[in-house]
């Protein structure tokens, strides 16, 4: 009986050995399905792409339509970023200038300013005399003959305080403002960053409203895509009747069709990109001599690489999501008669 056994039943190291051989059989077989299906969609796209080219003047038409809705959100976003890290440079140099008692003496005022430095949330002081102050004050508004009738210096002692650097939120300047009120040698305590902060509340209407138009103008270009992708399909429908007549899956009708609208988003994206540059070297200029004649040396620039990003991957996206939407029903309607 053992020596049946042994003769019907292989050994351990056969068996072994057998399913490694299977293994190493199941693996050229598994990448040569991969190569076959990269193959067949490398196949379609070139055939897509080709098929556009053959088609110049339409398929330009269709992308520069594409290219005008992704450059108007794209614009209105690299000026915005632009604003955005110049105002955040103004409230990194938040200050608060205090004004004191008027006839604080000149020791009492310092002692003050040393107390102060001692505050965590401060990190500079300066200390303006009134003498300082009226001349700094007598020059800038050239004002020094009237000035100098003056009986008595009415400005008094000054400090401008400059917040750490972990205490320069909008919020935490508030704090530090009111704290500041409450000492007895303050006689006024006054935020020099109230307009920077109105700026900040517009620009962030203004991101809001970029990001609604940005929405409004992806859904556009769905249905432009949309809109070209079934006409495609109306204008080949024999031939995917025929295709699916010779056992063709929707699937395989669909392929083609997706890598259109990837190739007419990508062709969107790279004109807009190319529109937003000629843009912004168009304004370039102007908007630098304005902001020279304000004492910034705020620039413009060319596109970013996180919009271009943004441009080159969005685009195609909603190009292969529009040909999706509008493939999927279309084809499913078309059957062999």
Do not use: C
Not at 68 to 75: D, F, M, N, W, Y
Not at 108 to 137: G, M, Y
Not at 233 to 244: G, L, N
Not at 252 to 268: A, D, E, K
């Amino acid at each position: 009986m053992s020596a049946r056994k042994s003769r019907t039943q292989p050994a351990p190291e056969q068996r072994e050995s057998r399913r490694n051989s299977g293994a190493e059989r199941g693996r050229p077989n598994l990448m040569r399905r991969l190569r076959n299906h990269l193959a067949l969609h490398f196949n379609v796209s070139t055939g897509s792409l080709a098929r556009l080219i053959s088609t110049p003047i339409a398929t330009l038409m269709t992308a520069a339509v594409i290219a005008i809705a992704l450059a108007l959100p794209a614009v209105l976003h690299v000026f915005l970023d632009k604003v955005q890290s110049l105002s955040g440079g103004w409230m990194d140099s938040a200050q608060i200038s205090l004004f004191l008692n008027k006839g604080l003496s000149e020791d009492a005022a310092t002692e003050f300013s040393r107390e102060l430095s001692a505050w965590p949330e401060i990190s500079k002081i300066i200390h303006v005399p009134p003498e300082t102050a009226l001349q700094e004050f007598a020059e800038s508004a050239g004002l020094g003959d009237a000035l100098a009738l003056l009986d008595e210096n009415p400005l008094p002692h000054v400090l401008v305080i400059t917040p750490s650097m972990a205490h320069r939120a909008p919020a935490q300047v508030h704090a530090l403002t009111d704290r500041l009120s409450d000492e007895l040698q303050v006689d006024l305590a006054q935020m020099d960053l109230e307009w920077v902060e109105r700026l900040h509340g517009l620009l962030l209407l203004a991101d809001r409203a970029i990001v609604v138009l940005g929405s409004l103008l992806a859904a556009a270009v769905l249905f432009v895509i949309g809109n070209t992708i079934r006409l495609a399909i109306q204008s080949r429908r024999d031939e995917i009747e025929v295709t699916k007549l010779i056992g063709g899956s929707d699937a395989f009708v669909r392929r083609p069709f997706l890598y259109s609208g990837l190739w007419y988003g990508l062709f969107g994206a790279l004109i807009a990109w190319l529109l937003v540059n000629i843009l912004l070297a168009l304004l370039g200029d102007p908007v630098e001599h304005l902001a020279t004649l304000y004492g910034s040396e705020f620039r413009i620039g060319l596109v970013d690489v996180w919009t271009t990003l943004l441009l080159l991957l969005g685009g195609p996206l909603l190009g292969w999501i529009g040909a999706w939407l509008a493939s999927g029903r279309h084809i499913r309607a078309i059957e062999p008669v």
